[in-house]
């Protein structure tokens, strides 16, 4: 078996690369009818297709040239690759604070697999320093792996383990916390966290990047070091996402943890705060605050820890010509919660109603949210909206639904008895709920209309 063949190249992709007398490693220049290409010849996985050839380019990004299209390959030399960040003993200092980074995995923790040429949670924390020096000038860094999950595979026992982790960090007198997590479900993390991590003395600051740190255009160490600066010096201490804010390096923003959301799938200034604005601006140099009520940083040690969860809870996003069967199938298959991301000021359609009722009468608590994210819940305004309260769906004002999601989960694990359940539902902890929306809380630009493209004259040079 050829070289080419033991590093996953087989057909007709293994035949052009022995054809032109290259193998997996080669530097080479590429004619193909896409294009000229110049970059290194990664391997493949056993799994992936045999029509591609996967160049490493010089700009650090991957690309698959079909086989076929190659009309001629030439080497310039070898340069087979050995990534890998070593750890590093973080050198400390009695006179800086004193930082705990929780690893749970995601892109901020990863490398690329030259195997696969797939990003994968590897770095652990002491890699993270290794790649990150300029860590070691804000404060004495202790690191520790919780997990090494992608972070759709967080859930109830990684939420659990990581606030009690907190919790018993906070105690010890560390000064701040960083959570390096994965930006898909982040806004859930930082939401749940907040309801079970009450009052903190510290700051509790999550961390993520869009893109992996052997890109050239990474954002992970710009947000790292913002995150470990807000943990180790700032003062709001809350649970928070510290994340890029505009679409350059120039700083990030501290969002609250439960008002945040990712709102692009590949932007790296992907994190927004809805209906509000941000708690702060944060660069390397100063954190500049943007409001004012916030909790502080204090120096006792007290935090309250509750980590009560309930796993049978859903979202249903409601569509036109949704059908009663869900609702159904959901109270027979035992759920005991239930968000809705209705339309409008919080509506759903005549045919689920029968449905309605039956699950509440059931013993199911229905919260209603919207899924236009911005705004609030109103369900006195149409008759539709008052039905459905009669038929005992709570509105959740302008709490997002993931957030009702999530706290819905933590209030279940502590009482199923209605009354109860809706005290702690509609009473804010750290503004869920909100009296008002900002004037400057609702705003999305069209481009191509001509005031926001003279904005953007002025602002994107």
């Keep these: 078996?050829?070289?080419?063949?033991?590093?996953?190249?087989?057909?007709?992709?293994?035949?052009?690369?022995?054809?032109?007398?290259v193998s997996v490693w080669s530097d080479v220049e590429v004619e193909s009818a896409r294009g000229h290409f110049r970059g290194l010849i990664l391997p493949r996985s056993e799994t992936a297709d045999e029509r591609h050839i996967v160049l490493k380019l010089d700009s650090g990004y991957n690309v698959g040239i079909a086989a076929d299209t190659i009309t001629a390959m030439t080497e310039h030399g070898?340069?087979?690759?050995?990534?890998?960040i070593p750890e590093k003993e973080f050198p400390r200092d009695p006179a800086k604070p004193n930082v705990v980074l929780f690893g749970t995995g995601g892109t901020i923790a990863s490398r690329l697999d030259y195997r696969t040429g797939a990003v994968i949670p590897a770095f652990s924390p002491g890699e993270l320093y290794g790649s990150v020096p300029e860590l070691a000038d804000i404060c004495n860094l202790q690191t520790e792996k919780l997990f090494g999950v992608f972070s759709e595979n967080m859930a109830a026992p990684q939420?659990?383990?990581?606030?009690q982790r907190i919790g018993e960090a906070i105690a010890s007198g560390i000064d701040g916390v960083v959570i390096g997590h994965g930006t898909d479900t982040m806004h859930h993390t930082a939401a749940i966290l907040t309801f079970m991590i009450q009052d903190p003395p510290v700051p509790i600051v999550m961390v993520g990047s869009q893109r992996s740190s052997d890109r050239p255009s990474s954002d992970a160490a710009i947000n790292l070091i913002n995150a470990v600066k807000a943990a180790a010096e700032g003062d709001i201490a809350e649970?928070?996402?510290?994340m890029f804010g505009p679409t350059s390096d120039e700083y990030c923003l501290l969002h609250r943890?439960?008002?945040?959301?990712?709102?692009?799938?590949s932007y790296r200034s992907t994190f927004r705060?809805?209906?509000?604005i941000p708690l702060a601006m944060i660069d390397p140099h100063k954190i500049t605050l943007l409001r004012d009520d916030f909790k502080r940083r204090r120096s006792d040690r007290n935090v309250k820890i509750n980590t009560?969860?309930?796993?049978k809870v859903t979202i249903l996003y409601y569509y036109p010509g949704m059908q009663p069967d869900i609702l159904e199938a959901l109270v027979e298959m035992g759920y005991r919660g239930i968000i809705i991301a209705g339309t409008g000021l919080g509506h759903v359609n005549k045919p689920l109603y029968d449905a309605v009722g039956r699950a509440t009468a059931a013993g199911v608590h229905i919260y209603m949210t919207v899924q236009t994210l911005w705004g609030y819940v109103q369900m006195?305004?149409?008759e539709t909206g008052r039905e459905l309260m009669g038929l005992g769906i709570v509105p959740a004002a302008n709490m997002l639904p993931e957030v009702a999601f999530v706290k819905l989960c933590w209030v279940l694990g502590q009482t199923d008895e209605p009354e109860k359940v809706r005290d702690l539902m509609l009473t804010p902890i750290s503004d869920e709920i909100t009296d008002r929306e900002p004037y400057n809380g609702y705003l999305v630009f069209q481009g191509a209309v001509p005031e926001v493209q003279e904005f953007l004259r002025q602002i994107k040079r």
């Design 1 to 21: 078996m050829s070289d080419n063949a033991q590093n996953g190249y087989r057909g007709l992709g293994l035949a052009v690369l022995e054809q032109h007398g």
């Design 78 to 84: 070898r340069r087979e690759a050995h990534y890998k």
């Design 159 to 163: 939420y659990i383990t990581l606030a």
């Design 239 to 242: 649970v928070q996402v510290c």
């Design 257 to 265: 943890g439960t008002r945040v959301r990712k709102m692009h799938s």
């Design 273 to 276: 705060t809805i209906g509000d």
């Design 308 to 311: 009560a969860f309930e796993e």
């Design 380 to 382: 006195y305004v149409y």
